[in-house]
């Protein structure tokens, strides 16, 4: 069996584990997403299947949840706030920037799978604005001419 339909064979028993439970659903998807890294729609129609949901009720709350992907994220996820106070000081252009540099619209991952460049709501460090993250790693006070040089970090 290849390791695609390992993970399928893995997914069904998570269904089936969690098929009869009310409110089975998300569980299904937390460990679905777990296992494959994302909620493709391949994946939405097997658990839309095996939990006798429609696709369109998997794909809501897929859609909904701020925790459920529905692609594969990077390894280095960077999030632009785009709150108030970071996007009055500057963070669309620094977002700008990230996407001419990494040479990705926001929402999508590099091709080789290093990074993902979100914007993202206000994270409470408006003090700090703008303000991004690279994973768990905080940078305040952002310029666009500093992006090369952080993200030249994560790529060494």
Same mark, same amino acid.
Do not use: W
């Given at each position: 069996?290849?390791?695609?339909?390992?993970?399928?064979?893995?997914?069904?028993?998570?269904?089936?584990?969690?098929?009869?439970?009310?409110?089975?659903?998300?569980?299904?998807?937390?460990?679905?997403?777990? $296992?494959?890294?994302? @909620?493709?729609?391949? !994946?939405? %129609?097997?658990?839309? *299947? &095996?939990?006798?949901?429609?696709?369109?009720?998997?794909?809501?709350?897929?859609?909904?949840?701020?925790?459920?992907?529905?692609?594969?994220?990077?390894?280095?996820?960077?999030?632009?706030?785009?709150?108030?106070?970071?996007?009055?000081?500057?963070?669309?252009?620094?977002?700008?920037? $990230?996407?001419?540099? @990494?040479?990705?619209? !926001?929402? %999508?991952?590099?091709? *080789? &799978?290093?990074?993902?460049?979100?914007?993202?709501?206000?994270?409470?460090?408006?003090?700090?604005?703008?303000?991004?993250?690279?994973?768990?790693?905080?940078?305040?006070?952002?310029?666009?001419?500093?992006?090369?040089?952080?993200?030249?970090?994560?790529?060494?």
């Amino acid at each position: 069996m290849t390791e695609l339909g390992e993970k399928y064979a893995q997914l069904n028993q998570i269904i089936a584990r969690h098929r009869d439970e009310p409110g089975g659903l998300m569980p299904v998807m937390q460990e679905a997403q777990a $296992l494959f890294g994302a @909620l493709p729609m391949e !994946v939405q %129609e097997v658990i839309a *299947d &095996g939990m006798g949901k429609t696709l369109s009720e998997v794909y809501g709350v897929a859609t909904f949840y701020a925790q459920f992907a529905l692609a594969p994220k990077g390894k280095y996820v960077i999030s632009v706030c785009m709150g108030t106070a970071c996007y009055v000081k500057g963070a669309q252009a620094v977002l700008d920037k $990230l996407s001419e540099y @990494l040479e990705i619209p !926001v929402g %999508e991952t590099t091709e *080789d &799978g290093e990074f993902t460049l979100d914007a993202t709501r206000c994270i409470g460090a408006c003090g700090l604005a703008p303000v991004m993250t690279v994973n768990d790693d905080v940078y305040g006070r952002i310029t666009p001419d500093q992006v090369a040089g952080i993200l030249d970090k994560y790529r060494a």
